[in-house]
């Protein structure tokens, strides 16, 4: 069993940055593959970016380019998302996903273990 556990989210001006953090436990970190998706009040889940087993991003969407940049760290066993510029239309419930299977995916069923999530809310 995995465990996810997402940190970092908050309240921030449009203009601002925030670094969202997900811990993944009770497996080997190397060989998971790692996703972010988000939720907007009465919108679908979507999926934001994800990094495979080998440390190859996938970046999915294309409203967020060059403001939202995935990356992990398998000594800390942690992934990253690193949000720049944020506007108020990022306001969302941000989740972490993560599948055995090591590969990518842009579909939410394709992740087995979710964490929680983390709110990040943008006011302009």
């Known amino acids: 069993q995995v465990q996810v556990m997402e940190s970092g989210g908050g309240a921030v001006q449009a203009g601002g940055s925030l670094r969202l953090s997900c811990k993944a436990s009770g497996a080997d970190f190397d060989g998971l593959a790692l996703g972010w998706f988000r939720q907007a009040p009465g919108k679908e889940r979507a999926a934001i970016g994800c990094?495979?087993?080998?440390?190859?991003?996938?970046n999915y969407g294309d409203s967020d380019k060059g403001r939202l940049t995935i990356s992990r760290d398998n000594a800390k066993t942690t992934l990253y998302l690193q949000m720049n510029s944020l506007q108020s239309e990022d306001t969302a419930m941000y989740y972490c996903a993560v599948t055995t299977s090591g590969a990518c995916s842009d579909a939410a069923a394709w992740y087995r273990y979710w964490g929680q999530g983390t709110q990040v809310t943008v006011s302009s």
């Open positions: 990094v495979s087993r080998f440390g190859a991003v996938r």
